[in-house]
C-alpha cells in the first residue's frame, strides 16, 4: 500500500538509517535497498511493463499431475488447505469436512478429525502440517485458537499443544519439539497487541517472543468501528527455509513488506517490498526459492500478478503456464511448506482443457499417454486435480 518514502516499509520502530546506495541492474524494475544493514527487494509495481508466460519448470523440477480418489468417502469441495510430506497429502476443503488424507498417488487412506465443538473438533482451519517422521498431523485453528488439535496419521487423538498466546490467526510450524508461532497481531483498545513472533515447546512454555512492532500493529475495526479483522490474512510457506511473513490488511499504513523471522537473532528481518507510484494499490506477496510473486488488488490490474528474480531483479506480469503438460495456465496455485509448489485445477475446467492439450501435434508420447489416462477418470463430478512439484 503506497507511502512517500522508504522509511515506512519497515517503521521507524525497525529503521534508524536508510543507505543511500541502490542497486538496479539494467532492464530490471526492482532495486535492492540496504537497510540498517539488511538487503531489501523493492519492486515498483507501477513501472513494470511485460508480460510473460511463466514456464513452470523455471520454479520446480518436475510436476507430478495426481487425481485424488473419488468416491462418497473421498469427495470434498475444493482445496482451501494441503500439507504434503513425501508419502501423504492432507488436504482441508472449503466447507464444514474432515481433513482428508491421501497418498501421493492420490488414493484415498482415511478421514483426519472431526468437525465440531468438542476436544479435538475443529469447524474450520487455518493450516496443515504433516510431521511424518512424528506420525502426526498437526491442525492449526482458524480463529481464537488456543492450541494446536493433534493427531496421528492413524486418526488416532493425541494431545493438543497449548499456544502461549490465544491467536486470531495465525501460522505456525512444529519442528523438533520448538513451535514457530506468527501472528496476526491485532490491537484492542489501547491493549498492547500480542507478540507477532515467538518461539514456544510444544508443553507450552515460552522460549522468545519478539514485540510487535508499532506500524504492524492492525486495527481489527473500520472507521465506522465495525470488526473487520478477519478481513485480514496472515501467509507463511517457508519455501526459502525461512520463517517468512506477509500480512494483508486494508487498515495496514505504509509498504506492503515481506519479513523473515530470523528465529536465532528474534528479529523480523525485511526482505521484499511491492510499492507503487501514484494511486493507493493493495497487494499480496508470496516467497519461493528463487522468486518473489505479488497479487494486486485494484480495478486498474484486475488480478493481475507480478513476479520478480532474486538475483536478476527482472519483474514482470505473468502467467504460469504448466509446460510439463502442454503448457496451459494455472490460475489457483498455492505454496505448501517446506518448498512444495501445489496448483489445483477443478474436474470440469481440466476436462476441456486437456481436451485442446491432447490435439497438440508436438505434444511428448509419454505425456499424452498420461493424459489420456486421467481424461479416462474423469467426470465433472470429480475432485480437483493437483501439479505438485518440489521447488528448484
Not at 77 to 102: D, Q
Not at 110 to 123: A, L, M, V
Not at 210 to 229: C, D, M, S, W, Y
Not at 304 to 315: C, G
Amino acid at each position: 500500500m503506497q507511502t512517500k518514502n522508504l522509511l515506512n516499509i519497515i517503521g521507524l520502530s525497525l529503521l534508524v538509517l536508510l543507505c543511500q546506495c541502490q542497486i538496479k541492474p539494467k532492464g530490471s524494475h526492482a532495486k535492492i535497498v540496504e537497510v540498517n544493514g539488511n538487503q531489501v527487494i523493492d519492486c515498483n509495481i507501477s513501472e513494470v511493463i511485460d508480460t510473460i508466460d511463466l514456464p513452470l519448470s523455471d520454479i520446480v523440477d518436475k510436476c507430478e499431475m495426481i487425481l485424488p480418489e473419488t468416491n462418497e468417502v473421498s469427495l470434498f469441495k475444493s482445496v482451501y488447505h494441503i500439507g504434503i510430506s513425501e508419502n501423504y497429502m492432507a488436504i482441508h476443503s472449503r466447507g464444514r469436512m474432515p481433513i482428508k488424507l491421501f497418498d501421493r498417488k492420490g488414493k484415498f487412506i482415511r478421514d483426519i478429525g472431526s468437525i465440531g465443538r468438542g476436544p479435538g473438533e475443529f469447524t474450520s482451519l487455518y493450516g496443515i502440517q504433516i510431521d511424518e517422521a512424528a506420525n502426526k498431523i498437526y491442525l492449526t485453528p482458524f480463529a481464537r485458537a488456543q492450541k494446536l488439535i493433534v493427531y496421528s496419521l492413524s486418526n488416532e487423538k493425541l494431545p493438543p499443544i497449548p499456544l502461549v498466546y490465544q491467536q486470531s490467526k495465525c501460522k505456525t510450524h512444529v519442528e523438533n519439539e520448538v513451535v514457530t508461532v506468527l501472528s496476526m497481531p491485532f490491537k484492542k483498545g489501547d491493549i498492547e497487541p500480542i507478540p507477532i513472533a515467538y518461539q514456544q515447546t510444544t508443553t507450552g512454555e515460552l522460549i522468545k517472543e519478539l514485540k510487535t512492532p508499532a506500524h504492524l500493529a492492525i486495527n481489527p475495526r473500520n472507521e465506522k468501528g465495525q470488526f473487520v479483522g478477519f478481513n485480514s490474512e496472515i501467509s507463511s510457506s517457508r519455501n526459502d527455509g525461512a520463517h517468512d511473513l506477509f500480512t494483508l490488511t486494508w487498515e495496514k499504513k505504509g509498504l506492503d513488506t515481506l519479513y523473515h523471522y530470523d528465529t536465532e537473532s528474534n528479529k523480523l528481518l525485511p526482505k521484499y517490498v511491492a510499492s507503487f507510484t501514484g494511486k493507493k494499490h493493495g497487494s499480496w506477496s508470496r516467497e519461493l526459492k528463487n522468486h518473489y510473486w505479488t497479487g494486486i488488488f485494484g480495478k486498474e490490474y484486475k488480478g493481475a500478478k507480478v513476479i520478480v528474480d532474486k538475483k536478476s531483479l527482472k519483474s514482470d506480469f505473468f502467467r504460469l503456464v504448466n509446460d510439463f503438460y502442454g503448457g496451459f495456465e494455472l490460475r489457483n496455485f498455492y505454496m505448501s511448506n517446506n518448498g512444495m509448489f501445489v496448483a489445483t485445477v477443478p474436474a470440469f475446467e481440466i476436462m476441456e482443457t486437456l481436451k485442446e492439450v491432447v490435439n497438440n501435434k508436438d505434444l511428448d508420447s509419454k505425456i499424452r499417454k498420461k493424459i489420456i489416462a486421467l481424461q479416462k477418470q474423469l467426470t465433472e463430478s470429480s475432485n480437483e486435480v493437483l501439479f505438485i512439484g518440489e521447488m528448484k
